[in-house]
C-alpha cells in the first residue's frame, strides 16, 4: 500500500477553505499514486470549534462541506478524513454529536470511525460537544485490513475501552489514527510510547497549525509491527508524503526544546496574526530579555516589515536599555520608534496627586499603564495587535500590572518561564546574532523606580511556582494574582499546563 499522510493547516469555521485543502492535499498525494490518503482529525469543521458546535446551522454546514468535499474527490484515490456528524441518540442541552473520521470514496463519505474516548482534562472538553461513538470493524484497502483510530483512542491506557486492541483482534493489520494532538515539550514521545502499546503497524497523521492558545506540531510518523520509527514529517510545517510502510527504521530526529519553542511559538504568532486577519504586530522594547525575544518570534513569524518596536523610556530608564533597543531592531530589520514618557508621567503626577506616593506601587504601576496608552495607541491608529511580552514566572507570582505592562491581545512567552526565556534568548543569539548582550546579561528590571531589580532568584523560584501550576495547586502569590490572569490575553500553550482554558481556578475561593 502506498499510503499518504497529508498534514494540514485549517482554521475552525473556514469551511471553504478547510475544504480545499484537503482537495489540494488528496489530488496532491492521487499524482504520487497513493493508495489512501490520511488527513487530520476534524479537518472539515477545523479543530477546536468547541461551543459553535452548539449552532446546529454550523452542524449542518460541516455537514454539506464534507459532502462536497466527498463529491469534489470522486475521481481521486480514497481519503480518510475528520469531521463531525450527528449522533444516534440524543441528550439534552447537548450537541449529541460524533466527531467522525468519514471514508471520502466514490463521491460518498461514509463514516468508518467515531470517537470513542473523550478527553475532558487540560483543554480539552469533549464531552460537552461529543457522544462516545460505537465500534467500527476494519476497512479494506488495497489488500488491508485497516482500524481507524481518532486522537484519544490510541491514548487508551488509562480508560477501561481499548479501540485498538479491539480492532487488532477483529483482523486490522494496519491501524490509521487521525488526530489533532496540541504540541507541549515531550508531546511526541508520549505520541510514540502511545502508538507502540498497540502492538500493531500505525500511522499517526496529526494536526498542523495553530488555532488560538493551541499549537498544532504535525510530525506525523509510521511504526512497523516491532513499533520502529519508519517515517516522521516535517514539524510544525504541512507536508503531503507518499510512504513506504515497508521502509526501514529510522532514527528520531533530535530537536532541542529551545527550537521547539522558537518553531511553536512562531507558528503559533503566525496564524494566530494570519487567520484573524492582523497585518502588523506592535510591542513594547525595554531593553530586557522577555521584549528581545518576543520581538525575534514575531519578526520570524511575520516579516520584520510587519512588525514595530516601540521603546518608551521613562526618568529611571537605564539608557543602555533604549539603546539595545534600538540595536536590535535594526538587527531585526523592524520599525522602531521611541517615544519619552516623562510630559505624560509629569502630566498625570499632577493631575493623581495623593493618590500617587513614592513609596508605593500606585507611581509604579502608572507608568506601565501609560505604556500601554501608548502602545494601544499606535494599534488604534494602524490596526493590527499589541503582542504582550509577559513571562510566565511573572504572571504566576503577580509581578506585573493589570491593564499596563499584562496589555497585549496574544502573549507568545506567557508559557514559558523566565529560565526558559533565558534558553530560548541564547538559542536565538546563537543562531541569529540577534539580541544584544545588554539584554542577556542585565539583571532584570521593570525600571519603574531608582536601581530597581525584580525581587526574585528566577533560578529558584520559577520551578517552584511552575509545580504548583502543573498541580493545580496555589500559594499565596497565585491566589491574589488570579484575577489578573483571568484579563489576560491569548497565551500561546507549550506545556503541559498553561494560564489559560486549561486551568479553570476561581478567583473566589477561600
Known amino acids: 500500500m502506498k499510503l499518504a499522510l497529508a498534514q494540514i493547516n485549517t482554521t475552525v469555521g473556514d469551511l471553504s477553505d478547510n475544504v480545499a485543502r484537503c482537495l489540494d492535499a488528496i489530488s496532491a498525494a492521487g499524482i504520487q499514486g497513493a493508495d489512501l490518503i490520511v488527513l487530520p482529525e476534524m479537518a472539515v469543521p477545523g479543530y477546536p470549534p468547541r461551543d459553535i458546535l452548539f449552532d446546529n446551522s454550523f452542524v449542518q454546514a460541516v455537514a454539506a462541506a464534507t459532502q462536497d468535499l466527498a463529491q469534489r474527490a470522486v475521481d481521486l484515490p480514497p481519503a480518510i478524513v475528520g469531521t463531525l456528524t450527528p449522533a444516534d441518540h440524543q441528550l439534552p442541552n447537548h450537541p449529541n454529536l460524533y466527531n467522525t473520521a468519514v471514508l471520502l470514496q466514490a463521491g460518498e463519505a461514509h463514516p468508518v470511525a467515531y470517537k470513542r474516548l473523550l478527553p475532558t482534562y487540560d483543554v480539552f472538553y469533549e464531552a460537552r460537544w461529543f457522544l462516545p461513538g460505537p465500534a467500527f470493524p476494519p476497512i479494506k484497502i488495497a489488500g488491508r485490513s485497516v482500524g481507524v483510530l481518532i486522537c484519544e483512542d490510541m491514548w487508551d491506557e488509562d480508560y477501561p475501552v481499548h479501540p485498538g486492541t479491539e480492532l487488532v483482534n477483529t483482523g486490522a493489520d494496519l491501524l490509521v489514527c487521525i488526530a489533532a494532538t496540541p504540541y507541549r515539550k515531550g508531546v511526541q514521545t508520549e505520541r510514540l510510547y502511545h502508538a507502540r502499546r498497540q502492538g500493531c503497524p500505525i500511522a499517526h497523521l496529526n494536526l498542523v497549525g495553530a488555532n488560538d492558545e493551541l499549537i498544532f506540531d504535525g510530525r506525523s510518523f509510521v511504526l512497523d509491527a516491532e513499533g520502529q520509527l519508519t517515517h516522521q514529517s516535517a514539524a510544525f510545517k504541512e507536508s503531503v508524503e507518499i510512504v513506504d510502510l515497508d521502509a526501514p527504521p529510522t532514527e528520531l530526529p533530535c530537536i532541542a526544546p529551545e527550537a521547539e519553542h522558537y518553531h511553536a511559538l512562531t507558528l503559533g504568532i503566525g496564524d494566530f496574526a494570519a487567520k484573524n486577519n492582523l497585518k502588523h504586530a506592535f510591542l513594547g522594547l525595554s531593553g530586557g530579555v522577555d521584549s528581545a525575544v518576543t520581538v525575534a518570534l514575531a519578526a520570524a513569524a511575520l516579516g520584520p516589515e510587519n512588525v514595530t518596536g516601540i521603546a518608551i523610556p521613562a526618568r529611571y530608564t537605564d539608557p543602555r536599555s533604549t539603546e539595545s533597543a534600538r540595536q536590535l ?64 514566572t511573572e504572571l504566576a507570582l503577580g509581578y506585573s500590572t493589570i491593564y499596563g505592562d499584562m496589555a497585549g491581545t496574544l502573549s507568545p512567552l506567557g508559557d514559558l518561564t523566565k529560565p526558559e526565556v533565558y534558553a530560548l534568548a541564547n538559542w536565538i543569539d546563537a543562531n541569529q546574532a540577534a539580541i544584544p548582550a545588554f539584554c542577556l546579561e542585565r539583571p532584570p528590571s521593570a525600571e519603574l523606580r531608582p536601581d530597581q531589580v525584580d525581587p526574585f532568584d528566577y533560578p529558584k523560584i520559577a520551578p517552584e ?3 504548583l501550576v502543573l498541580e493545580n495547586r496555589s500559594d499565596a502569590a497565585l491566589r491574589r494574582s488570579e484575577h489578573k490572569r483571568w484579563q489576560m490575553g491569548v497565551i500561546l500553550k507549550v506545556s503541559r499546563k498553561a494560564f489559560g482554558t486549561g486551568r479553570m481556578i476561581p478567583i473566589t475561593r477561600k
Open 329 to 392: 531592531a535594526t538587527t531585526l530589520g523592524i520599525a522602531f520608534e521611541v517615544v519619552e514618557l516623562e510630559n505624560m508621567h509629569t502630566a498625570t503626577e499632577a493631575t493623581l496627586g495623593d493618590l500617587l506616593t513614592e513609596s508605593g506601587t500606585a507611581a509604579e504601576n502608572v507608568q506601565a499603564r501609560l505604556r500601554m496608552l501608548i502602545l494601544m495607541s499606535y494599534v488604534n491608529r494602524s490596526g493590527g495587535l499589541l503582542l504582550n511580552t509577559s513571562n510566565k
Open 465 to 467: 511556582m511552575e509545580q
